[in-house]
């Protein structure tokens, strides 16, 4: 009785510190503290190749060095730098059966400064027809290191605009080149193409910290979310042209920096813990994708991914979902972990808006990767998403503060080593 007593008591006061401790460095004056930082006017709405997002950068930095942390892989500092290169068709000749080929009509994804496709068995050729999902079908083009000629059905004219302007001309370092046509005709006959490109490099970064584990090291469990928002738009009636995405998505960088600053201090870690601020996540998602380049993906064991926590989720407080719940077991082990807390986690209650494709989480996904995003944004109705009032004064940093000792808790026993959650299908 006595002995049971007294172990119950060690169970409470260790209970206690432990819930004391994790209270002195994940509270709400932190969160506010980070935000302030991240989200303030003159980060100019933290858009990828802007000053503004490069001073977002150093912060973040500096939060790392304080944390200790170790640089990941060969980097020199806690910058992960990314050269791309975009790609402006300058001049366009050629034919898609009798139809005449012109800048209007293709896109090219490439780091050739000319690109000649002579017939239609040069490139492997790729159809995005009237039923496909733009997106789904086109963003893993992007990543094969083959040359691709992808057709893509007029059906697609507004995405494949919208893809000219953004993400579809810009490459990292390859020697290989896609090349999309906007075209009413999927099998043509004939087929010639010449384009040559005005060239220019532009350069971003994603900021990387480890702890290395102190047993399982080649076994990585990341914790991410993305530093880069819109930048700065046209001014509404208050005279307020700064998208600071205080929620979207200063909050999840917010919690990186803060579980990289717990973590350091209970040093307990089994597997390496990798702690990263995505860039360009708004614009396609190059961060991510350019850092699971760089890693074995065999070797992350799970991928945190945390994107707007700072408004309650449609459950109130102290809950938050993750997205592609039932793809591994990820979040049932988590949610065991949280057992006897006043937390709970959900499985995505947007199923119909593809949240587990839209967010960083996506590029490891697809290689396998238990990578998930969770998150308390309620898609249908978060009033202040991708607005000018997507600022500080709307955040609930008490309930933030909660939702990052919850992420915490609940990835105690993958840290650690005794879970390992189960694998996510491959993308073909
Ligand atoms: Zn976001």
Redesign the pocket.
């Known amino acids: 009785m006595k002995k049971i007593i007294l172990v119950t008591l060690a169970g409470l006061f260790s209970l206690l510190s432990f819930s004391q401790k994790i209270d002195k460095i994940i509270n709400a004056a932190e969160v506010e503290r980070i935000e302030r930082v991240l989200a303030a006017d003159d980060m100019q709405g933290r858009k990828t190749f802007t000053p503004g997002i490069d001073k977002a950068a150093d912060f973040i930095s500096d939060e790392f060095a304080k944390s200790k942390l170790r640089f990941f892989g060969s980097n020199t500092s806690y910058f992960q730098d990314i050269v791309m290169t975009k790609a402006k068709p300058v001049a366009v000749t050629g034919l898609l059966n009798n139809d005449s080929l012109t800048s209007a009509n293709v896109a090219v994804n490439t780091t050739q400064a000319e690109v000649n496709i002579a017939s239609l068995n040069d490139y492997e050729v790729v159809r995005v027809r009237k039923e496909d999902d733009f997106n789904k079908t086109v963003f893993p083009l992007f990543d094969r290191e083959k040359n691709l000629l992808i057709l893509v059905d007029t059906a697609h004219t507004r995405r494949f605009k919208s893809m000219q302007r953004f993400g579809g001309n810009a490459k990292f370092a390859s020697t290989v080149s896609q090349v999309f046509i906007l075209t009413a005709n999927l099998e043509p006959s004939s087929f010639h193409l010449q384009v040559r490109n005005q060239l220019t490099e532009q350069r971003l970064k994603n900021v990387v910290g480890i702890i290395p584990g102190k047993s399982k090291k080649e076994e990585y469990v990341v914790f991410s979310g993305?530093y880069d928002h819109l930048g700065i738009g046209k001014a509404n009636k208050d005279q307020d042209s700064i998208y600071n995405g205080a929620n979207?998505?200063a909050a999840g960088t917010t919690a990186v920096i803060m579980l990289s600053k717990y973590f350091s201090k209970l040093k307990n870690n089994e597997r390496t813990l990798v702690f990263v601020a995505f860039t360009a996540?708004?614009i396609g998602g190059f961060g991510s994708r350019y850092f699971s380049k760089q890693l074995d993906p065999a070797k992350v064991v799970a991928m945190f991914n945390i994107?707007?926590i700072g408004t309650e989720s449609k459950w109130g407080t102290n809950s938050a979902y993750i997205t592609g719940y039932e793809k591994s077991d990820m979040g049932k082990i988590l949610q065991a972990n949280l057992e006897g807390t006043a937390f709970h986690f959900e499985p995505d209650p947007y199923p119909k808006q593809n949240l587990f494709y839209r967010?960083d989480n996506a590029t490891l996904a697809q290689l396998g990767v238990p990578a998930h995003t969770i998150s308390t944004s309620k898609m249908d109705t978060e009033k202040f998403y991708h607005t000018l009032d997507d600022e500080l004064e709307t955040l609930d940093m008490n309930n933030m503060a909660e939702i990052i000792k919850a992420i915490a808790i609940s990835s105690k026993s993958i840290i650690s080593g005794k879970d390992t959650p189960s694998r996510v299908e491959k993308e073909k």
Do not use: R
Request: aromatic fraction near 0%; charge should be negative.
């Open positions: 993305h979207d998505d996540e708004e994107e707007m967010s």
